[in-house]
């Protein structure tokens, strides 16, 4: 055992504290700017619209303040990264869940079992359904003979979360630690010796979670997967001393006497970040441990990240609603926390809003200029864009582009060694992104209508491929027409980035010979930015939804 054992401390609010002086001092200068943009309209309508700017830009800010403050942080820590790497005199025994179903790959496999570590099991979780996935698994323990062990279920309950407390619960006893590798996840020799050593070290771990970089054998995987590791290099690693650290599900190493006591993984889709907040409220706390890196695979196709992108936010919804508010009320975790856990899941979010944004400003906008023909709308309508005059100045313009390049901050250290490449990203993830949010609005409302979710692998080989975005592609037909009609650019290039839809889900339309058409919808906001300053704040709320959503 390490000597010297020491608690994980309490998070410090310096950055938390620093995004909300950075946001009130940033928007108190723009007070009076707001108020007499509200105060000066003289119709109701316009009022209304007014107040939905202001709303919309103090809020654009606030998320842009932490997004520049959460990198700041960030990169200054992995300049330096604390790095607790201690010889251990001890070795306590490890279990390594391998989960899986029906995307079982080798490689990863292979990985787990060529370990550095003196006492480690490997099993694999099988909740494969097709004959020839079963098959494959029984192929490598017939290789591997006692080296591996499969542990399958005859009732398949729980999702994910289930298979694990399946597995805890027949072999948790004979571990200490037991870590999670997911299917598509390729681990570094030395990756349990590396992780076992930083829970040794603190008394009150819960779980060590490592770092990622991914990787991609697809070429829609090589052209979208760069926002993983911005993710993983320039987003967490100031969540250890300033935010909630958070459980990913795979990649990392967990107390089994922890887990065991929070009752096991909470049995929702998911459970990784329920499983985090129930640790955290028992008293236990997560690491970060951001110079021990697992590779993983980003989404394959188009299809596959939808697939993911429906998890995700399907899942995380239902851990608010239902798991949140005890994390909210429980005295043993800081405020600190309890802020971050709920800014970084509601980033996901933000495009709902922006497209609620978008709609009601074109339908308000459609409503004065073109439907109503009387003299009084009219006039309304003239005092309304000469109201808005004053963000076209220096500052106002300043404000906008605050809030469009702070959501691309992450991209700065790949944009020095790599301008190029990180150009054609933003090209292409602006209408990727942006083709989804429709897909986003519908999930939420399908998971508050029916509380249901379902939990497909992102890697499920035996998924057929569906046709995928036709409806999608159907209503951008009529958004774009719509914002043609109202030549408004940014509804434009929302209605684009949807009519792409069916040809991203497509397998024989190649990435490469779309290029242009990618380029398209983040052109067209460009273009919307050089326009009317209605058009201006509509487009930078693109940048905005686009910039956040992959976090």
């Given at each position: 055992?390490?000597?010297n054992?020491?608690?994980?401390?309490?998070?410090?609010?310096?950055?938390?504290?620093?995004?909300?002086?950075?946001?009130?001092?940033?928007?108190?200068?723009?007070?009076?700017?707001?108020?007499?943009?509200?105060?000066?309209?003289?119709?109701?309508?316009?009022?209304?619209?007014?107040?939905?700017?202001?709303?919309?830009?103090?809020?654009?800010?606030?998320?842009?303040?932490?997004?520049?403050?959460?990198?700041?942080?960030?990169?200054?820590?992995?300049?330096?990264?604390?790095?607790?790497?201690?010889?251990?005199?001890?070795?306590?025994?490890?279990?390594?869940?391998?989960?899986?179903?029906?995307?079982?790959?080798?490689?990863?496999?292979?990985?787990?079992?060529?370990?550095?570590?003196?006492?480690?099991?490997?099993?694999?979780?099988?909740?494969?359904t097709?004959?020839?996935?079963?098959?494959?698994?029984?192929?490598?323990?017939?290789?591997?003979?006692?080296?591996?062990?499969?542990?399958?279920?005859?009732?398949?309950k729980g999702?994910?979360?289930?298979?694990?407390n399946?597995?805890?619960?027949?072999?948790?006893?004979?571990?200490?630690?037991?870590?999670?590798?997911?299917?598509?996840?390729?681990?570094?020799?030395?990756?349990?010796?590396?992780?076992?050593?930083?829970?040794?070290?603190?008394?009150?771990?819960?779980?060590?979670?490592?770092?990622?970089?991914?990787?991609?054998?697809?070429q829609?995987?090589?052209?979208?997967?760069?926002?993983?590791?911005?993710?993983?290099?320039?987003?967490?690693?100031?969540?250890?001393?300033?935010g909630?650290?958070?459980?990913?599900g795979?990649?990392?190493?967990?107390?089994?006497?922890?887990?065991?006591?929070?009752?096991?993984?909470?049995?929702?889709?998911?459970?990784?970040?329920a499983?985090?907040?129930?640790?955290?409220?028992?008293?236990?706390?997560?690491?970060?441990?951001?110079?021990?890196?697992?590779?993983?695979?980003?989404?394959?196709?188009?299809?596959?990240?939808?697939?993911?992108?429906?998890?995700?936010?399907?899942?995380?919804?239902?851990?608010?609603?239902?798991?949140?508010?005890?994390?909210?009320?429980?005295?043993?975790?800081?405020?600190?926390?309890?802020?971050?856990?709920?800014?970084?899941?509601?980033?996901?979010?933000?495009?709902?809003?922006?497209?609620?944004?978008?709609?009601?400003?074109?339908?308000?906008?459609?409503?004065?200029s073109?439907?109503?023909?009387?003299?009084?709308?009219?006039?309304?309508?003239?005092?309304?864009?000469a109201?808005?005059?004053?963000?076209?100045?220096?500052?106002?313009?300043?404000?906008?582009f605050?809030?469009?390049?702070?959501?691309?901050?992450?991209?700065?250290?790949?944009?020095?060694?790599?301008?190029?490449k990180?150009?054609?990203?933003?090209?292409?993830?602006?209408?990727?992104?942006?083709?989804?949010?429709?897909?986003?609005?519908?999930?939420?409302?399908?998971?508050?209508?029916?509380?249901?979710?379902?939990?497909?692998?992102?890697?499920?080989?035996?998924?057929?491929?569906?046709?995928?975005?036709?409806?999608?592609?159907?209503?951008?037909?009529?958004?774009?027409?719509?914002?043609l009609?109202?030549?408004?650019?940014?509804?434009?290039?929302?209605?684009?980035?949807?009519?792409?839809?069916?040809?991203?889900?497509?397998?024989?339309?190649?990435?490469?010979?779309?290029?242009?058409?990618?380029?398209?919808?983040?052109?067209?906001?460009?273009?919307?930015?050089?326009?009317?300053?209605?058009?201006?704040?509509?487009a930078?709320?693109?940048?905005?939804?686009?910039?956040?959503?992959?976090?």
């Open positions: 055992m390490i000597r054992q020491k608690n994980i401390e309490q998070p410090s609010s310096a950055m938390f504290f620093t995004i909300f002086v950075l946001w009130i001092g940033l928007n108190t200068c723009f007070a009076n700017r707001y108020l007499s943009l509200v105060v000066s309209q003289c119709g109701v309508l316009t009022k209304a619209v007014a107040l939905m700017i202001v709303s919309w830009l103090i809020l654009t800010t606030f998320y842009a303040c932490f997004h520049i403050v959460s990198f700041v942080f960030s990169f200054i820590l992995s300049i330096n990264p604390q790095r607790v790497l201690p010889t251990l005199s001890n070795v306590p025994p490890v279990a390594i869940f391998y989960t899986c179903m029906n995307d079982m790959n080798p490689t990863s496999v292979k990985g787990c079992l060529s370990q550095d570590y003196h006492d480690f099991t490997v099993y694999i979780l099988d909740d494969s097709a004959a020839e996935e079963l098959e494959r698994i029984d192929a490598l323990k017939r290789e591997y003979g006692g080296k591996l062990k499969i542990v399958r279920r005859t009732i398949r999702f994910k979360a289930g298979n694990l399946n597995a805890l619960k027949f072999y948790g006893h004979k571990f200490k630690y037991f870590c999670v590798v997911d299917a598509d996840e390729v681990i570094p020799s030395t990756f349990l010796r590396d992780l076992v050593s930083v829970a040794e070290s603190y008394e009150n771990v819960g779980f060590v979670q490592a770092g990622h970089t991914q990787y991609s054998d697809s829609y995987g090589y052209l979208t997967g760069d926002g993983i590791d911005l993710h993983w290099s320039y987003f967490l690693p100031a969540r250890n001393r300033f909630f650290v958070h459980f990913y795979h990649g990392a190493l967990l107390s089994v006497e922890a887990v065991q006591s929070v009752g096991g993984f909470p049995e929702v889709v998911s459970e990784d970040i499983l985090a907040a129930k640790l955290r409220q028992a008293g236990y706390r997560g690491y970060f441990a951001s110079h021990i890196k697992s590779i993983e695979e980003c989404p394959r196709s188009y299809e596959a990240f939808r697939r993911r992108n429906n998890r995700i936010l399907s899942g995380t919804l239902q851990f608010l609603v239902s798991y949140y508010p005890a994390f909210w009320k429980s005295r043993e975790v800081s405020a600190v926390e309890k802020i971050d856990v709920l800014v970084s899941a509601s980033v996901m979010y933000l495009p709902v809003l922006f497209l609620a944004f978008l709609l009601t400003l074109n339908g308000c906008i459609f409503f004065m073109k439907v109503s023909q009387s003299s009084t709308a009219t006039q309304e309508w003239f005092l309304f864009n109201s808005l005059d004053p963000l076209c100045h220096w500052d106002g313009i300043f404000l906008v605050f809030t469009i390049f702070a959501s691309f901050v992450y991209l700065i250290p790949n944009t020095i060694r790599h301008p190029k990180v150009f054609f990203y933003v090209l292409r993830m602006g209408a990727v992104h942006l083709s989804t949010c429709l897909l986003t609005v519908v999930t939420i409302c399908r998971w508050l209508t029916y509380r249901h979710n379902s939990f497909v692998p992102t890697g499920d080989r035996t998924q057929s491929v569906k046709p995928v975005g036709y409806m999608e592609s159907l209503i951008g037909s009529i958004l774009t027409c719509f914002g009609f109202l030549t408004s650019i940014p509804l434009c290039a929302v209605g684009a980035s949807l009519m792409l839809t069916p040809l991203l889900a497509s397998s024989r339309f190649k990435m490469r010979r779309m290029s242009l058409l990618l380029c398209m919808p983040v052109l067209l906001t460009v273009l919307g930015i050089c326009g009317t300053p209605v058009e201006f704040v509509a930078a709320g693109i940048f905005a939804s686009v910039g956040l959503v992959h976090h």
